[in-house]
Nanobody, 111 residues
Framework: QVHLVESGGGLVQPGGSLRLSCAASGFNLAYYDMGWYRQAPGKEREWVATISIFGGSTYSSSVKGRFTISRDNAKSAVYLQMNSLKPEDTAVYYC?????WGQGTQVTVSS
């Protein structure tokens, strides 16, 4: 059974940083591009970043230069380092790989 489990969310002040983790089980993420998405209250889920199986990364314009996606295939994990956080980054963040999604982790940016 496949599980993607996000962790690392929380409450942070504007300008702060968080590192999200996504742990995969029952799923060899080494064979898949992996992505992070987010959904703010009252809004549709939006793409944040993707890392390819070769390690190349792409980002939405709203986070480029502030967020960094990475992967550790040996640990079956994907990460999202988020710096210079803004209130508009507040959302539930989801890990995605192939047809699989995690349950999400809440990130709140507020003073």
């Amino acid at each position: 059974q496949v599980h993607l489990v996000e962790s690392g969310g929380g409450l942070v002040q504007p300008g702060g940083s968080l590192r999200l983790s996504c742990a995969a089980s029952g799923f060899n993420l080494a064979y898949y591009d992996m992505g992070w998405y987010r959904q703010a209250p009252g809004k549709e889920r939006e793409w944040v970043a993707t890392i390819s199986i070769f390690g190349g990364s792409t980002y939405s314009s709203s986070v480029k230069g502030r967020f960094t996606i990475s992967r550790d295939n040996a640990k079956s994990a994907v990460y999202l380092q988020m710096n210079s956080l803004k209130p508009e980054d507040t959302a539930v963040y989801y890990c995605q790989g192939s047809a699989y999604w995690g349950q999400g982790t809440q990130v709140t940016v507020s003073s």
